[in-house]
């Protein structure tokens, strides 16, 4: 059961015993403190005091936040607690609390990982540091699961992930990077409202699976007796809102691809679709420049960021390459390779990379930019101009009917947008919906789109000129904050199934043989690991081990 860990048994019956000397473990009704931030500031002037004790009792402040550290030495404490805003030392003595209450409740019963509320006057240590004397200390949470042992910190990724709570509670960068996600995607939305767009919502299970090429996820809805798509993309409904006169419109929300897992991949990731009438890709290249200079405005952050060993320089313009050219000037591939089929094909197999060789030129040539374009792109690139064989959804070029008006934005190695003109001739989408249905049948590629009818009868009403374009925020909020992995900018990342509860909870351990009989187990001094009960018969199991 996932409470009979021993040492959580020893928190439980703590709990009881508050309960015991007439104290509520679980109040209610209990009013957050001033901010650490705010303490730590308004005090600020006693470090200055001239007095041989720096201290200023006519002060009065209450805090409230987790223990993360307790020294206790005899009569008086140390300790720290931790809100959102930081940690303030606080220091306690038995002279100072109410008969008792410090050797009967404080001392006994109040842990690392309890949430408390402290008040007192602040003082200056000798070492320096700011601090709250207590003359009154309340519990506000008791935790009956320990936190990791504090040297060592939380560093499994797996529970880093699954635990994300724990992870932000023993890691205060992880907490910073999800407040600065926050504050992207809030940004993010006011650039567009204030440039006239709306916000709208769309479905997120579809008849269809459409918007890219990607693997949908499939569900069934049992009133209707049919199956449904979680949707891999907003944009076919986004579409149809152009058709109905809806002339600039963004959907902030999930997507959700049943692919692989990697550095760059979550099965569900979110993204900002948006379509603008009236307007081409150029117009979308020029407009997401500005949001990026209007983000590293508002966040006050230098244009040139470090990302692991790379430096990205964000200064506008960025950047922009046709994709045939991206393959031969950046890649490295011949010409002939980036535009003859067969040549394609040879070279593609000469550098390891076999393909299916009833793939089209436009496909192949985008085997070859993932193979040798894709990671040489560090600064912010906009790669135009794509095959239009793989741009089912994009207007085909005026001047070039093999390409599309398209673009997608990569920075250090990784795409981050897609925009394009889009198609509104409906007898020209039917064509490429159709050719793609083709493909599917001859490749096997589960993730060419579908036909989608409805959508080209709402072309047939006539849809403005107009550009469309989608950013990954997963992949920008990772630039801005140096994450190297999608999992580290998603608070609950999609995980393969957890071991039974009971069987994962750390510690039914003796730290010195290995015993692992918690009968025969007792929970270390201060919490940390497990120790045999019987000394002499763990001594002997040690012995035998070496």
């Known amino acids: ?87 303030v030392q606080i220091y306690y003595t038995r002279d100072d609390l109410p008969e008792g209450y410090y050797n009967n409740v ?99 299970m579809h008849p269809i699976p459409g918007g890219a090429n990607a693997k949908p996820f499939t569900t069934h809805h049992n009133a209707l007796g ?23 419109v963004f959907e902030i929300n999930r997507n959700f691809r049943n692919e692989g897992m990697d550095q760059t991949h979550n099965p569900e990731f979110t993204s900002i679709e948006f379509y603008w009438a009236y307007h081409t890709y150029y117009d979308l290249m020029k407009l997401t420049e500005d949001l990026f200079d209007y983000i590293f405005e508002k966040l006050a952050m230098p244009k040139e960021v470090q990302y692991g060993e790379m430096k990205i320089d964000f200064g506008t313009p960025f950047a922009k390459v046709p994709f045939v050219e991206a393959l031969t000037t950046i890649g490295g591939v011949p010409e002939e390779a980036a535009t003859d089929r067969q040549k394609a094909i040879s070279y593609l197999g000469e550098h390891g990379v076999e393909v299916n060789p009833n793939l089209t030129l436009g496909y192949l040539q985008a085997e070859l930019f993932d193979e040798f374009v894709e990671a040489k792109l560090i600064n912010p690139t906009f790669i135009t101009d794509y095959p239009i064989d793989i741009s089912p959804l994009s207007r085909r070029s005026d001047e070039n009917p093999d390409i599309a008006e398209r673009f997608e934005l990569f920075m250090a190695g990784k795409e981050i947008a897609n925009g394009f003109n889009e198609l509104n001739n409906p007898i020209d989408q039917f064509e490429r919906f159709k050719a793609q249905v083709e493909a599917k049948e001859a490749t096997g590629d589960d993730e060419t789109m579908h036909m989608d009818l409805d959508f080209v009868r709402a072309l047939g009403h006539g849809m403005t000129p107009t550009a469309g374009e989608g950013i990954g925020i997963d992949r920008l909020v990772m630039m801005l904050t140096n994450n190297h992995s999608i999992r580290d900018v998603i608070l609950f990342p999609a995980m393969k199934p957890e071991a039974k509860l009971e069987e994962s909870q750390p510690g039914n351990t003796c730290k010195k043989c290995g015993n692992t009989n918690e009968e025969e187990l007792k929970p270390a001094k201060k919490g940390k690991g497990f120790f045999c009960i019987d000394a002499a018969a763990c001594n002997k199991r040690a012995q035998e081990k070496k």
């Open 1 to 87: 059961m996932i409470f009979e860990n021993q040492y959580i048994q020893e928190r439980i019956k703590k709990t009881e015993k508050l309960r015991e000397e007439g104290i509520n473990p679980y109040p209610s009704q209990i009013e957050k403190g001033v901010s650490s931030a705010q303490f730590l500031q308004e005090c600020a002037y006693i470090k200055e005091q001239n007095a041989q004790e720096k201290k200023d009792e006519r002060k009065r402040y209450t805090l409230t936040g987790r223990l993360k550290f307790i020294r206790i030495m005899g009569k008086a404490s140390f300790a720290k607690i931790e809100d959102s805003e930081g940690l």
């Open 106 to 204: 404080v001392k006994k019963l109040f842990e690392v990982g309890d949430i408390i509320e402290v008040t007192g006057y602040p003082f200056v240590t000798q070492t320096g540091e700011l601090t709250l004397h207590c003359t009154d200390m309340k519990m506000v949470s008791k935790a009956i699961f320990p936190l990791p042992e504090k040297f060592h910190g939380l560093t499994d990724q797996e529970i880093r992930y699954r635990q994300r709570y724990l992870d932000m509670i023993m890691n205060p960068e992880v907490k910073q990077t999800f407040v600065m996600r926050s504050k992207i995607v809030s940004l993010i939305r006011r650039f567009f409202e204030d440039h006239g767009f709306l916000e709208v919502e769309t479905p997120m």
């Open 226 to 248: 049919v199956d449904r798509y979680l949707r891999i993309a907003p944009e076919l409904y986004l579409k149809r809102l152009t058709v109905g006169g809806m002339e600039a």
